[in-house]
């Protein structure tokens, strides 16, 4: 009986140490997967731009909340919104709880990413450069997506360099 009390208090304690260590685990990987989902979608805004031959914007569902989901579509008049008649590509769903994301662009909000007939990225709504970042964070865990005037990149802090 002793022995069984002594094997339950050690996988116990076993057990306590470990969840901590699961639940960072778990928030990298969520980060991560999220991280991945909004790489897909620029991804297929810049295909597709270069396919159409014509701009198409990945743009925050709620504007300039990026945590509640996005949208790819066709941005025929090239205004950064999707309007009544444009095709939306794809829609992405809400962030996982605590998981937030910030735009970082300058005097830009970053409420929409454009991407012009050569995939090169742009400002929705302007044919000026889009120069900046999107900070991803889940517990202690950081990604950012740098833009740069040739595309795009992942980094594990919230910078880029």
């Not at 069984?4 to 980060?31: E, F, H, K, M």
């Not at 396919?51 to 008049?77: C, E, H």
């Not at 095709?87 to 970053?110: C, K, N, S, W």
Request: glycine share 8%.
């Amino acid at each position: 009986m002793i022995e069984t009390l002594l094997a339950v208090a050690v996988a116990g304690a076993l057990a306590a140490a470990a969840v901590p260590i699961s639940r960072q685990l778990s928030d990298q990987w969520r980060l991560t997967a999220f991280t991945n989902e909004l790489v897909l979608a620029l991804l297929q805004a810049r295909s597709e731009a270069m396919l159409r031959k014509t701009r198409v914007v990945v743009a925050a569902a709620s504007p300039g909340d990026w945590a509640r989901g996005w949208r790819v579509f066709i941005d025929q008049n090239a205004n950064g919104s999707a309007d009544d008649g444009e095709v939306v590509l794809r829609e992405f769903g809400p962030a996982p709880l605590r998981l937030t994301m910030q735009a970082h662009f300058g005097i830009y909000d970053g409420r929409a990413l454009a991407f012009d007939d050569a995939g090169l990225p742009r400002r929705a709504g302007s044919n000026a450069l889009l120069l900046g970042r999107i900070v991803l964070r889940l517990g202690d865990g950081v990604r950012a997506v740098c833009f740069s005037a040739a595309g795009f990149r992942t980094t594990r802090a919230a910078h880029c360099d």
